[in-house]
């Protein structure tokens, strides 16, 4: 069955420091993968997604990410943190039967001064 | 373009009561799903339409847990009797056809809380 992993729970990072988000897929074919992002009270709103073509993929608000097939990851990169990046963020695959998302667990992110 | 939309943002209510959240997704979205997100983690599918059709309710607790989308437009989810365990948000997300290519949008959500 497919799954997504996010091996960090909470991350903190100052403001301009660089971002990286991991995320672990198990999925049999090729993937279509997700990022997405929710602040406090909000929905989800996408951040990127990758289905095929170049594994670099960039995305809103300055985040990128990168598939690498080898490693199962798909993990998310900002180069210069906001105070407003902090919120939660999601890494999601789509089920291949049907199209629902499957989401890991999130990674919560903090941003200090 | 309108998003989707959902309400009431914000329940509360005893266990045992019975509940009721509405979604209006984007117009002309064939597909709409709603998503059960706990506290702490990621959101789960509870039920997937397609036009007014049910394509995957397997998560969906049927003693519990009632879905429609009458004319294929907005959808009800109701939960009779609630469970402390059903303290969650809610999350409707509509999307034109279920294809490879097509994004999922989210509506705001409705947080539940059931004491």
């Known amino acids: 069955a497919q799954s997504v992993t996010q091996p960090d729970i909470h991350i903190t990072v100052s403001e301009g420091a660089s971002l990286e988000l991991r995320c672990n897929y198990s999925y049999g074919a090729t993937p279509y993968l997700f990022w997405y992002v929710q602040s406090p009270g909000q929905g989800l709103q996408l951040l990127l997604k990758?289905?095929?073509?170049?594994?670099l993929v960039q995305g809103i608000k300055g985040f990128e990410a990168e598939f690498k097939r080898s490693q199962s990851s798909f993990n998310l990169r900002k180069p210069s943190v906001h105070w407003s990046d902090a919120a939660e963020y999601f890494c999601a695959v789509r089920d291949n039967q049907g199209g629902k998302l499957i989401f890991g667990q999130g990674t919560e992110l903090s941003v200090k001064p | 373009e309108a998003g989707v939309a959902q309400s009431p943002r914000y329940k509360i209510i005893e266990k045992r009561q019975s509940v009721a959240f509405w979604c209006n997704p984007i117009s002309g979205h064939a597909t709409l799903y709603w998503y059960q997100q706990i506290l702490g983690q990621g959101p789960k599918l509870l039920i997937q339409?397609?036009?007014?059709?049910?394509?995957?309710d397997s998560q969906l607790p049927k003693d519990r847990f009632s879905a429609e989308r009458l004319k294929g437009v907005d959808s009800t989810l109701k939960i009779q009797p609630a469970k402390l365990e059903d303290s969650a948000v809610y999350l409707c997300?509509?999307?034109?056809?279920?294809?490879?290519?097509?994004?999922?949008?989210f509506g705001p959500g409705t947080r539940l809380t059931v004491l």
């Open positions: 339409f397609q036009n007014n059709g049910v394509v995957d």
């Open positions: 990758y289905f095929s073509g170049d594994t």
């Open positions: 997300a509509s999307t034109p056809d279920p294809s490879s290519y097509n994004e999922q949008f």
